[in-house]
């Protein structure tokens, strides 16, 4: 089982620049923010609230879904669920306005685990300008949404290193405990002689297997014992990871 220490710092607003790409001449997106970055519900807290802001000189449309979120063969899957509520549906922001989105519990199965979905939000691209050569790009936010059960929740993370022919190593974190784990970022180190910085992060959800693909350097030691340095949403943590070719 991994231990982590508690995190004090808390998550606020993340601003999302605009991402542009320009094919034969101009590329146009709006620009939105949200705060917070991620929703937390539970039995007694079954309403959670997000703000969109409009950072842009011009309205935008915005689209918002509810999906159930889970993790198969190290992939995200994402699948349309009506068991969250949440309105408005259609955000119609003015230029350099705010709404606030509200996220209601309407109906989950209760167990002993951790239940995930996520928000989807879909900018609807304006109407193309008359005489316009370019790409429309429409931006596009996730964010997930935790329901907690009435009994106490935690992750259970245990860390499997294999090293592949190709000479990679695959790190693969197995959550067999009740609640996620967010892995925002970890070093592997290899014997004395290897530091390898794995970015980017991944959630980690209950049942789930996650792994990243790391490439150490041409002279390491496959016989070297193997440790995890990293960073999650609960706190710094350091695991050592058997190695299945060292004798």
Same mark, same amino acid.
């Given at each position: 089982?991994?231990?982590?220490? &508690?995190?004090?710092? /808390?998550? @606020? ?35 959670? &609230?997000?703000?969109? $802001? ?52 309407? #109906? ?7 239940? $995930? ?6 900018? &609807? ?27 106490? @929740? ?7 290193? /294999? ?5 990679? &190593? ?9 609640? #996620? ?9 290899? =014997?004395?002689?290897?530091?390898? #910085?794995?970015?980017? =992060? ?16 041409? @002279? ?8 995890? $340095? ?16 060292? #004798?």
């Amino acid at each position: 089982m991994m231990k982590t220490t &508690v995190l004090t710092k /808390t998550l @606020t607003r993340w601003l999302l620049a605009m991402i542009s790409i320009a094919v034969a001449g101009n590329a146009t997106a709006g620009t939105f923010s949200i705060s917070p970055l991620r929703i937390e519900l539970d039995a007694k807290h079954n309403i959670g &609230v997000i703000t969109i $802001h409009n950072d842009e000189d011009a309205p935008l449309l915005i689209q918002a879904q509810i999906v159930a979120w889970s993790q198969q063969n190290n992939e995200e899957v994402y699948v349309p669920s009506k068991d969250l509520l949440v309105t408005p549906p259609v955000i119609q922001l003015a230029a350099k306005s705010e709404q606030i989105v509200r996220i209601a519990i309407r #109906h989950v199965d209760r167990n002993d685990s951790e239940l $995930h979905y996520r928000l989807i939000l879909n900018e &609807v691209p304006p109407e193309k300008r008359e005489n316009f050569i370019g790409l429309s790009v429409a931006l596009r936010m996730s964010i997930p949404i935790f329901i907690s059960p009435p009994s106490a @929740t935690q992750a259970d993370i245990k860390w499997i290193a /294999t090293w592949l022919n190709d000479g990679n &190593v695959q790190v693969e974190a197995v959550n067999t405990g009740t609640a #996620h784990l967010q892995v925002t970022d970890f070093e592997l180190l290899v =014997g004395d002689t290897d530091k390898l #910085h794995v970015n980017p =992060g991944r959630y980690v959800l209950p049942g789930s297997r996650i792994n990243w693909i790391v490439k150490p350097s041409a @002279t390491v030691d496959r016989n070297a014992s193997l440790s995890i $340095h990293g960073f999650s949403d609960r706190g710094e943590f350091r695991v050592a990871i058997s190695n299945a070719d060292a #004798h």
